[in-house]
Antibody
Framework: QVQLQESGPGLVKPSGTLSLTCAVSGGSISSTNWWTWVRQPPGKGLEWIGEIYHSGSPNYNPSLKSRVTISVDNSKNQFSLDLTSITAADTAVYYC??????????WGQGTLVTVSS | DIQMTQSPSSLSASVGDRVTITCRASQGIGNYLAWYQQKPGKAPKLLIYVASTLQSGVPSRFSGSGSGTDFTLTISSLQPEDVATYYCQKYKTAPRTFGQGTKVEIK
């Protein structure tokens, strides 16, 4: 079973860029899976950020599209999230996940990113 | 974009009760719907996909039904370990939107 682990800074300054990586183990990122990022502000619900196939071709949430980039590194078996021009509203737990036929069957444990000066 | 609306937003029921959560899509999505369970401080866990298929290892007291725009998640006999927030997600096309969640508590 695929295992996922998020990593990145836990504190980011306003107007900066949030960068996270998701390491994939127990399987190849070059499989047929799509790879997804989801976030959850404290005390709130889940928000789908976007997804990418191992060969590229990402899809993004329209509400974040102007600020989001998701990329994949096949050589390192990982994929990444960059979110620019961040504000306090971007404070959240960020999850990476793998898809099976569209639904998200494996999730990382999540990483809390706080936006503060 | 298609919106997903869950009801109720929260519920309280007794152990052994039958619990039903509803998810409505603003447009038809076929049966491309998943349900997730999230316990406090934990990542979500896939319960059901293609509206009614139970993920491996999920107890049989959980079931899903529906197609098109109206879907339900049913817990046939609520157990203490089922205390969690439940989310639906449509995944026919991007953006693969989640419902706002339903918090289930024990009375």
């Amino acid at each position: 079973q695929v295992q996922l682990q998020e990593s990145g800074p836990g504190l980011v300054k306003p107007s900066g860029t949030l960068s996270l990586t998701c390491a994939v183990s127990g399987g190849s990122i070059s499989s047929t899976n799509w790879w997804t990022w989801v976030r959850q502000p404290p005390g709130k619900g889940l928000e789908w950020i976007g997804e990418i196939y191992h060969s590229g071709s990402p899809n993004y949430n329209p509400s974040l599209k102007s600020r989001v980039t998701i990329s994949v590194d096949n050589s390192k078996n990982q994929f990444s999230l960059d979110l620019t021009s961040i504000t306090a509203a971007d404070t959240a737990v960020y999850y990476c996940a793998s898809q099976k036929g569209g639904s998200l069957d494996n999730w990382g444990q999540g990483t809390l990113v706080t936006v503060s000066s | 974009d298609i919106q997903m609306t869950q009801s109720p937003s929260s519920l309280s029921a007794s152990v052994g009760d039958r619990v039903t959560i509803t998810c409505r899509a603003s447009q038809g999505i076929g049966n491309y719907l998943a349900w997730y369970q999230q316990k406090p401080g934990k990542a979500p866990k896939l319960l059901i996909y293609v509206a009614s298929t139970l993920q491996s290892g999920v107890p049989s007291r959980f079931s899903g039904s529906g197609s098109g725009t109206d879907f339900t998640l049913t817990i046939s006999s609520l157990q203490p370990e089922d205390v969690a927030t439940y989310y639906c997600q449509k995944y026919k096309t991007a953006p693969r939107t989640f419902g706002q969640g339903t918090k289930v508590e024990i009375k």
